[in-house]
């Protein structure tokens, strides 16, 4: 086929593509007459997806592949088409390439849209032609998928395309990009104007159409473009962003590619280059994606990402890995693009939906114009570079302005060069910043709304320079600049008392604070010193009194933020890595605090940035843990540091309340002193009196039988968690075998104590979630529970001794390196061992196979998953109640380094 051809493909998306090897096209016609043609179709196929491959990893320029590609499968088409249907029909139908393959873009496993248009049927003799034309494409179809090419068609005439497409705005944006192949030019011309904006969907409907799907596939990734494993194509910020401007512009001005909108006065030449950037650096990671997997994936999963680096040509560096650089990258592309987006989408909603009302002054600086924001002239802000800020703080005294008029938007963008030391240490700058922390409304949006113009990393260049950055692993779901405003946002959600059921607790201690700005601005240091190097805490807490004291707020405010950055850290490791039935621990922890005020910001803070770093970390185990922990604290701060409560005090009042309880649920004086004779005081220490009455009652209840096993599996506990408890005769593997029908049944296991008791029995307590972070409430999910501890006691022989669940993915990726310290707590006579290691089902099941191999008697497990990585700690002593002795620590290290990683044994 001859490219002369006036029936020759359409090529106005080809200026210059760069073409396959035209030998494997020549080869076309010989393939296509010989006898094993499919064979010799697919191996050409092959061939040329090997070229562009090739051609990829020599670092030629996307662009031109994705339209080589495109130019490739048109040829083939073509030749098909030609060969396959008789010339008559050939002639009278349209093939017409839509969607991505219509705007001339093609990945190496993209797919390949057609769409076959047929003649209207004008009298019932026209049956036999549409049912020819129908067989012909079916058989053509099938030849294509046949030879491995993935294509999407349809076979509609041009009224069937205008009803879908009225139906359907998904529909009518694949067929506004439609491009011919072969065949009837008349007919796509009939189409086109079939689907022209004053027949269907006009101009205003689309754009709202297209806003809206725009807001809903954003809500599916969380309204966020910083998940950690983002979608290319349709996250936020990616491809389809790019895209939705090109279709608003399409319809509206009829525009074939984005150079047009410079044409239009929508896009600066500057801002036209800025997207051009981020739509090639995006299509190379969709290219390398598809030339990875062999296959249409546009995900960026943790598995492709360090390949993805490597191939790119990215290297570790001192503090930052070479797969961290490459997402900065395209966390900071996307970010440009999603502000892109916001301005032309923007500047479409003024062009094509609101009247040029008058603008209503504000003040001299702004004014407000179709219900938007906007600068009063051009010079505004280099005649008052505080009106960068300034505007924020308007936005928040005007809840009834939606949003910035895209002009101004530029006009910002533009002058981000103005926030410089100077303008960063005037004193009206530092009150229009405080004064948005301070403001009753609009915190969280505003600064969000600073970090997406830039205007928030050019005041605090600490925070700039987090901007986009990820941290290689499953624990910080986010970036940190994301994670940072989500903290904000945790934290003016426990400020509002609309959100006070979520965490009233919180909540109560957060609106008594006198100062929120204070928890706001430790919310923003808190990570700010990421990726440098050194302890992010301390380097952090410099950065943020400095910037505090720069501010002109109090020496004793400044320290007050630099404190909760350095320690915010402090009460969540605190709380998960030790035994805060300890006295002592408490003590402790209220020294190094100091004070109750201290306390309450930290206490905020801590939950709040939990609750921000990973949707699926937070849960009802989480909050009632650092609850009991913060008022223990503040009752020793109460009590007074030069007074510490002690452990027979603790037992005493703990004894006491759950004594309270037993007598409201009818258990007997006597019920209870029996029950309790069997437990040490170390039990009284370790449970709260919620459980030391559930365990008591259950133990009352089974007294005619004290001499059997009991398994009680409680929904709802006090602390959110479906608490089991087991009471049984002390056995071989009890901890591993228990932990191993746990885990098999796909729980999330928090806590752990093993209780010796008498008569050789032992009370062990579990709490435990489902894995996403919910009780166990149906009654079936509990008896199954239920059954299977009761099957693993009663015949422990046929109990296994391993978990068969297989690990997920994102966890197999990760390579945590097993690190065990072994300690002694002289003051509780227990050793303390403290075990780092990838998580995994089957964990803590191996731990306590090697435990009682070990001879080692296990009391207390604290167990912590930060994403890949499980952090457990296991208080222990040996068969005589005493800590280990050196010899049987460093025996008990290295078996667990041998059954946990093999490689370090």
Not at 81 to 101: D, K
Request: aromatic content about 8%.
């Amino acid at each position: 086929m001859a490219v002369s051809d006036p029936s020759a493909p359409d090529e106005a998306h080809f200026a210059d593509p760069a073409p396959l090897q035209w030998s494997l096209l020549e080869q076309l016609p010989q393939r296509l007459a010989h006898p094993a043609q499919h064979e010799g179709c697919r191996a050409l196929l092959q061939q040329a997806q090997a070229e562009l491959a090739a051609r990829f990893a020599e670092g030629e320029p996307v662009e031109g592949l994705v339209r080589a590609r495109a130019r490739f499968i048109d040829l083939l088409l073509c030749s098909l088409w030609e060969q396959l249907l008789a010339p008559t029909l050939a002639a009278g139908l349209a093939l017409v390439a839509v969607g991505g393959y219509g705007r001339g873009e093609l990945h190496p496993c993209s797919d390949v849209d057609i769409l076959v248009l047929l003649p209207e049927p004008h009298s019932p003799g026209d049956a036999p032609l549409a049912a020819e034309a129908r067989g012909s494409v079916e058989r053509l179809v099938s030849f294509l998928w046949d030879i491995g090419l993935e294509v999407g068609h349809s076979v509609r005439t041009v009224a069937d395309c205008a009803e879908e497409s009225a139906a359907d705005v998904g529909v009518m944006t694949t067929l506004m990009e439609s491009r011919r192949l072969a065949g009837s030019a008349a007919l796509l011309a009939s189409m086109r104007e079939a689907l022209a904006p004053e027949r269907v969907w006009p101009v205003r409907e689309f754009f709202e159409a297209k806003v809206r799907e725009q807001q809903e596939r954003r809500l599916k990734a969380n309204d966020t473009a910083y998940n950690l494993e983002p979608n290319v194509k349709t996250g936020p910020g990616g491809l389809r962003d790019i895209q939705t401007i090109g279709w608003v512009a399409k319809r509206h001005f009829g525009s074939e590619s984005l150079d047009e909108l410079v044409t239009h006065g929508f896009l600066t030449p500057s801002e036209l280059r800025r997207l051009k950037q981020a739509q090639a650096f995006l299509w190379k990671v969709r290219f390398g994606l598809h030339t990875l997997t062999g296959r249409h994936e546009d995900r960026l999963l943790f598995d492709y990402q360090i390949k993805l680096a490597e191939s790119f040509g990215y290297e570790d560096a001192t503090y930052t890995l070479a797969v961290e650089q490459l997402m900065q990258r395209y966390y900071r592309t996307i970010i440009d693009v999603t502000l892109l987006n916001e301005l032309l989408l923007q500047l479409f909603r003024e062009a094509i939906l609101s009247g040029d009302q008058p603008p209503q002054p504000l003040n001299p600086r702004f004014q407000v114009r179709n219900d938007y924001l906007e600068a009063a002239n051009e010079e505004v802000f280099v005649r008052q570079p505080s009106a960068l800020l300034e505007l924020f703080v308007l936005l928040q005294q005007n809840p009834q302005i939606r949003g910035v008029r895209a002009n101004t938007i530029r006009a910002v963008v533009k002058n981000l060069w103005l926030i410089d030391e100077e303008f960063r240490q005037n004193p009206r700058n530092h009150r229009l910043f405080l004064e948005t922390l301070r403001a009753p409304r609009g915190v969280t949006h505003e600064l969000r709304r600073m970090n997406d113009y830039g205007v928030l990393g050019r005041y605090i260049p600490a925070f700039g320079r987090i901007v986009g950055r990820m941290q290689y692993d499953l624990f910080h779901a986010y970036t940190v600049d994301a994670h940072t405003l989500f903290v904000v946002s945790n934290l003016r959600r426990l400020a509002m008392r609309e959100f006070d059921h979520e965490l009233p607790l919180v909540s109560a201690v957060m609106q008594q604070l006198p100062k929120p700005e204070i928890v706001y601005l430790g919310a923003l240091f808190h990570d700010v010193a990421k990726g440098r190097g050194g302890d992010h805490s301390e380097l952090g807490s410099v950065d943020a009194e400095a910037f505090c004291l720069e501010q002109g707020m109090s020496r004793y405010d400044a320290r007050l933020v630099a404190w909760l950055v350095k320690n915010h850290l402090l009460l969540s490791m605190t709380s998960q890595k030790q035994d805060i039935g300890d006295p002592q621990v408490i003590n402790e922890f209220a020294r190094k605090v100091g004070d109750e005020l201290h306390l309450d910001y930290l206490y905020v803070l801590t939950c709040a940035d939990v609750r921000g770093t990973n949707p699926k970390l937070w849960n009802s185990w989480k909050a009632s843990l650092f609850n009991e922990f913060y008022e223990r604290v503040k009752r020793a701060l109460r009590r007074g540091l030069e007074t510490p409560i002690d452990q027979e005090e603790l037992v005493r009042e703990n004894q006491t309340a759950a004594r309270a309880l037993l007598r409201a649920r009818a258990v007997s004086p006597e019920a209870t002193e029996r029950a309790w004779s069997q437990l040490p005081a170390a039990y009284f220490l370790r449970h709260s009196p919620e459980e030391i009455a559930r365990h008591t009652g259950v133990l009352a209840e089974g007294e005619a039988s004290a001499e059997e096993a009991l398994v009680s599996v409680e929904p709802v506990s006090e602390r959110g968690t479906t608490a089991v408890m087991i009471y049984a005769p002390h056995r071989r593997h009890g901890f591993a075998r228990a932990t191993a029908v746990l885990d098999q049944l796909g729980l999330n296991i928090l806590d752990a104590s093993i209780t010796p008791v008498g008569h050789g029995f032992s009370l062990d307590s579990y709490h435990v979630l489902e894995e996403d972070g919910s009780p166990i409430t149906e009654a079936e999910r509990r008896s199954e529970i239920e059954r299977s501890l009761w099957g693993s006691l009663q015949r422990p022989e046929e109990a296994p001794l391993a978990v068969s669940r297989r690990a997920p993915r994102q966890m197999r990726v990760f390579k945590t390196p097993t690190q065990i310290t072994i300690s002694v707590d002289e003051r509780n006579a227990r050793s303390v061992l403290e075990l780092t290691a990838g998580d995994r089902p089957g964990l803590l099941c191996d731990v306590g196979k090697v435990l009682w191999e070990e001879r080692a008697e296990l009391l207390t497990a604290k167990i912590s998953t930060f994403g890949e990585r499980a952090e457990d700690v296991f208080y222990l002593t040996d068969r005589a109640q005493r800590p280990l002795d050196e010899a049987a620590a460093e025996r008990l290290r290295g078996k667990l380094l041998e059954a946990l990683d093999p490689r370090n044994g």
